[in-house]
């Protein structure tokens, strides 16, 4: 029979833990509040920036004389980057390490076409997995989402978008792995090919007829870096309501399991502490009976 005092000291541990977790699923939960209006007040910006770069690549594509522009170009997938998101911090259940399984995957799955693999990785937990398997990481960016916000992800997006079009990089295709937020309990990872860029083809009569001013090319040139930016922008708020959502989750089931681990031990500690008053009364019982 356990000691009185362990278990005691036992149930102390286990509610000053489900007291922690408590506080962890309610900061959480307040984040999350936040992370999910601007990721729902992005999203249609993030859709908007992509039509009217269809738009244009439809009509710049009718013209013979425009050349095609690099962020557009299709070559062979020799060398392919994967952008991968994860957070800085753990306690948000499966969150990182499906992220970090997916990425894998992709991974083998390229190499396995004969593509060169190298990583940008966005978050500690993602940074040390990879490092820990010899991958070959290009750039590893840590605490961005202690200050999000459209400037720090326009900086990955144009170091994306810089060695991408220079052809001393040798990078053919990127892709972005992240969490995309349904809802507090749901995250859905998300493999997606963002270079070289592919506008949706519009049916001619959405193309529309308009005068562009200075000129097409002028527009894509701005159009299409921005819409990279735009969408790193859009993975990583993704990422953070997620995150925020996993980390909720997670800690309301470690609250809920802390209070059955904590009644499994109360009934631990009143059997125990019945059992030694019985013991106690027997002894009495005893010495009195032998004292006749």
């Given at each position: 029979m356990a000691n009185l005092k362990e278990i005691r000291k036992s149930i102390g541990s286990v509610k000053n833990t489900q007291k922690i977790t408590r506080a962890m699923k309610l900061v959480a939960s307040a984040r999350l509040r936040k992370a999910k209006i601007e990721i729902e007040e992005l999203r249609p910006y993030a859709l908007k920036t992509f039509d009217v770069l269809s738009a244009v690549s439809a009509r710049a594509s009718e013209e013979d004389d425009e050349k095609l522009h690099p962020l557009l170009e299709v070559r062979p997938a020799q060398h392919v980057m994967l952008v991968v998101l994860t957070s800085d911090r753990g306690l948000a259940g499966s969150f990182n390490a499906s992220i970090c399984?997916?990425?894998?995957?992709?991974?083998?799955?390229?190499?396995?076409?004969?593509?060169?693999?190298?990583?940008?990785?966005?978050?500690?937990?993602?940074?040390?997995?990879?490092?820990?398997?010899?991958?070959?990481?290009?750039?590893?960016?840590?605490?961005?989402?202690?200050?999000?916000?459209?400037?720090?992800?326009?900086?990955?997006?144009?170091?994306?978008?810089?060695?991408?079009?220079?052809?001393?990089?040798?990078?053919?295709?990127?892709?972005?792995?992240?969490?995309?937020?349904?809802?507090?309990?749901?995250?859905?990872?998300?493999?997606?090919?963002?270079?070289?860029?592919?506008?949706?083809?519009?049916?001619?009569?959405?193309?529309?007829?308009?005068?562009?001013?200075?000129?097409?090319?002028?527009?894509?040139?701005?159009?299409?870096?921005?819409?990279?930016?735009?969408?790193?922008?859009?993975?990583?708020?993704?990422?953070?309501?997620?995150?925020?959502g996993a980390r909720m989750t997670a800690m309301d089931n470690a609250t809920t399991n802390a209070s059955k681990m904590i009644k499994k031990l109360t009934l631990q500690y009143n059997r125990a502490r019945q059992a030694a008053i019985t013991t106690e009364l027997m002894e009495i019982i005893g010495g009195a009976e032998a004292l006749k």
């Open positions: 399984k997916e990425a894998e995957t992709l991974w083998a799955k390229l190499e396995g076409e004969g593509a060169n693999v190298s990583f940008t990785v966005i978050g500690r937990k993602g940074r040390d997995y990879f490092r820990r398997r010899g991958a070959n990481i290009r750039h590893d960016f840590t605490e961005v989402f202690a200050n999000l916000d459209f400037e720090h992800a326009g900086e990955i997006g144009r170091q994306i978008v810089s060695e991408y079009t220079d052809p001393d990089q040798e990078l053919d295709a990127v892709y972005l792995v992240y969490n995309e937020f349904k809802n507090a309990i749901t995250q859905i990872i998300r493999s997606e090919r963002i270079l070289p860029i592919q506008p949706a083809t519009l049916p001619e009569g959405q193309l529309g007829d308009f005068i562009y001013e200075p000129n097409k090319t002028e527009l894509l040139n701005r159009l299409l870096p921005m819409y990279v930016d735009t969408e790193v922008f859009r993975a990583l708020l993704e990422s953070v309501a997620s995150e925020h």
